[in-house]
């Protein structure tokens, strides 16, 4: 199926304003391509829209495909956005919750990325409108050593006070899925990093450089809100060798449990997942200081790893409020759940495999399998590998 990205915002009716004529339609889900959000590939696109009929599915509501702004729609619309929206644009569709989109909404476009984890490297810094410091705060001990820069002058004074201690990792904030990151070992390379990035951008978004680990785990750590259904879950990443031969992500093993973040602490679990899952909770509790925020999906990434001095570091990566490569697995759960109200806890898994002759196991819901335009062969499908 070809998905044909919306240029303009439209306004749908709330399900409010509905109810307040006195009747409700029947209700539909649709695919909306936010103002800013990236260029998806074919296979991302066509995973957006799985997930979409899969909610739909689960809501018992339609699914209408992208959203039309030139539609008119005959009850309220969820809406399945392929990024993080913002206030204005999710008000302007009727937003006012987070049981009418699978994602979330954020005050300030920064607020959507990493670059709000870190302190900025002094309180003249450079920042943009709604930058807050009580955030960075709060969240510093839950987090990697590292700052957010907003300007080419903050990035070098932070690069200078962090080489010292070892390798530095330059974190573009609107990368994804491990991209559009450079290790960093002096200032040369990193002019190199500034060099690469407009003006605009790094005054917009900024540039995080955080302190290097290696031998990295991430665990994702999870809540979805999908009216009247709850899961949290927690897992991990796993990276794979794309067709350019990058490491990228690679898919996600969840353990999900119906319930919310209390039935995900009841769950046994090591040690370093119980730290990891109370560190996403932190940050996850810390964004009550962003006006307007709101989120049905709350998927927090933990690094474990070895820093520069040979120490064991564990901090919050970064944050998504959007569809991920994590959503076929949680709506995965999801339907399990509904399907079988025994079931306490669903262990499933979404893979993204590349190369040529690659097959999913028996049993798979298979998403795509075939030759992307700009990602070549790859094959991605998402399993069940226990029920208790």
């Not at 495909?65 to 392929?82: N, Q, T």
């Not at 839950?142 to 004074?157: C, N």
């Not at 991209?179 to 990193?190: D, F, H, I, M, R």
């Not at 690659?358 to 819901?365: D, L, N």
Request: overall charge neutral.
């Amino acid at each position: 199926m070809s998905l044909v990205p919306s240029t303009n915002v439209g306004r749908s009716a709330p399900p409010s304003q509905e109810r307040s004529r006195g009747r409700i339609e029947p209700s539909g889900v649709v695919v909306y391509f936010s103002k800013l959000g990236g260029r998806l590939r074919a296979h991302q696109k066509i995973m957006l829209d799985a997930d979409a009929r899969t909610i739909a599915r689960l809501k018992r509501y339609d699914f209408r495909g992208c959203h039309d702004c030139a539609r008119a729609y005959p009850g309220p619309l969820f809406f399945v956005p392929d990024d993080t929206l913002l206030s204005d644009e999710a008000s302007a569709l009727g937003i006012r919750s987070c049981n009418d989109l699978y994602g979330g909404v954020v005050p300030y476009p920064f607020v959507k990325t990493k670059a709000i984890t870190h302190d900025l490297v002094d309180p003249d810094a450079e920042r943009p409108q709604g930058w807050s410091g009580a955030f960075a705060e709060r969240v510093r001990g839950i987090v990697l050593p590292g700052y957010t820069a907003f300007s080419v002058h903050d990035a070098r004074v932070a690069a200078k006070r962090m080489l010292r201690h070892g390798s530095v990792r330059a974190k573009h904030p609107l990368g994804a899925s491990g991209k559009g990151q450079t290790l960093v070992n002096t200032p040369a390379e990193l002019d190199a990093v500034l060099e690469a990035m407009p003006a605009e951008q790094i005054a917009a978004y900024g540039l995080v450089l955080e302190e290097e680990l290696r031998h990295v785990r991430t665990i994702s750590v999870g809540h979805i809100t999908l009216d009247p259904h709850r899961i949290s879950y927690y897992g991990t990443q796993r990276t794979v060798t794309d067709n350019e031969g990058r490491t990228v992500y690679g898919g996600s093993d969840l353990i999900c449990v119906r319930g919310g973040w209390e039935a995900l602490d009841a769950l046994p679990m090591p040690p370093e997942v119980r730290s990891g899952v109370a560190k996403g909770k932190l940050y996850d509790a810390a964004m009550d200081v962003y006006p307007g925020f709101i989120a049905s999906r709350r998927n927090y990434d933990v690094g474990q790893g070895i820093d520069g001095e040979g120490l064991h570091r564990s901090g919050v990566f970064e944050s998504s409020w959007r569809i991920g490569g994590a959503s076929p697995a949680e709506l995965l759960a999801l339907t399990e759940f509904t399907q079988d109200p025994s079931a306490q806890v669903i262990e499933a898994a979404h893979v993204a495999e590349f190369g040529k002759h690659r097959e999913a196991p028996a049993g798979a819901v298979v998403h795509f399998d075939g030759d992307d335009p700009q990602a070549g062969p790859l094959v991605r499908y998402t399993m069940v590998t226990r029920r208790k």
